[in-house]
């Protein structure tokens, strides 16, 4: 079956520190993916995407994520996080054959100061 | 331009009730999702419309319907409520597929 795994469900990162967050898909063919951000009672901000091409990607708030083909990974960076990252984030494949979003669980991350 | 904009943002029902949210897209987008999310089951497709036209269907009873203008505003319905509706539910629209920008969502609360 098609679908997006984040094995970590809470993260807690000191503040400045570097935060790492995975993600896996399982389909036939390279999905289209997303890192979303969530902040608590929000709707889902878009914080970077990959379609093809250059296997790293930027993204706003000094977000980076790399595709690793190999691994059907796509995990989410950011090498120094402040106190305003503390939210949900949702990695998210678009499914070619229906286009239809399917969501990772979410990690929930944590900024001790 | 504006956001995707959800009214309202809260709502508070009784079991049985029914219950009517509202979505209005980007300007110029013409596709809107909804989406549930419960801390139970994560994030769920509900449905999507397109130009007026349901497009893709999620896996919810019949209780759940929604349907587009030709403005491409978008409502949902859930008919006869029920405790485990309790959720938020979030609406989102894009140009075409590929990407899609979330509202802020409506928390309904079923008691």
């Known amino acids: 079956a098609q679908s997006v795994t984040q094995p970590d469900i809470h993260i807690t990162v000191s503040e400045g520190a570097s935060l790492e967050l995975r993600c896996n898909y399982s389909?036939?063919?390279?999905?289209?993916l997303f890192w979303y951000v969530q902040s608590p009672g929000q709707g889902l901000q878009l914080l970077l995407k990959?379609?093809?091409?250059?296997?790293l990607v930027q993204g706003i708030k000094g977000f980076e994520a790399e595709f690793k083909r190999s691994q059907s990974s796509f995990n989410l960076r950011k090498p120094s996080v402040h106190w305003s990252d503390a939210a949900e984030y949702f990695c998210?494949?678009?499914?070619?054959?229906?286009?239809?979003?399917?969501f990772g669980a979410g990690t929930t991350v944590t900024v001790r100061a | 331009k504006a956001g995707v904009t959800q009214t309202p943002r809260y709502l508070i029902k009784t079991r049985g009730q029914q219950v009517t949210l509202s979505c209005s897209p980007i300007?110029?987008?013409?596709?809107v999702s909804w989406y549930q999310q419960t801390p139970g089951q994560g994030l769920q497709f509900l449905f999507e419309?397109?130009?007026?036209?349901?497009?893709n269907k999620g896996n919810f009873p019949g209780r759940f319907s929604g349907r587009q203008f030709s403005n491409s505003r978008s409502e949902m319905n859930v008919s006869t409520l029920e405790l485990g509706d309790s959720a938020l539910y979030l609406c989102?629209?894009?140009?075409?597929?590929?990407?899609?920008?979330f509202g802020p969502g409506t928390r309904l609360t079923v008691l």
């Open positions: 998210v494949a678009l499914r070619s054959n229906d286009y239809k979003l399917s």
């Open positions: 389909y036939g063919a390279t999905p289209y």
């Open positions: 990959y379609f093809s091409g250059d296997t």
């Open positions: 300007s110029g987008h013409r596709s």
């Open positions: 419309y397109f130009s007026e036209t349901q497009r």
């Open positions: 989102a629209s894009s140009l075409d597929v590929y990407e899609q920008f």
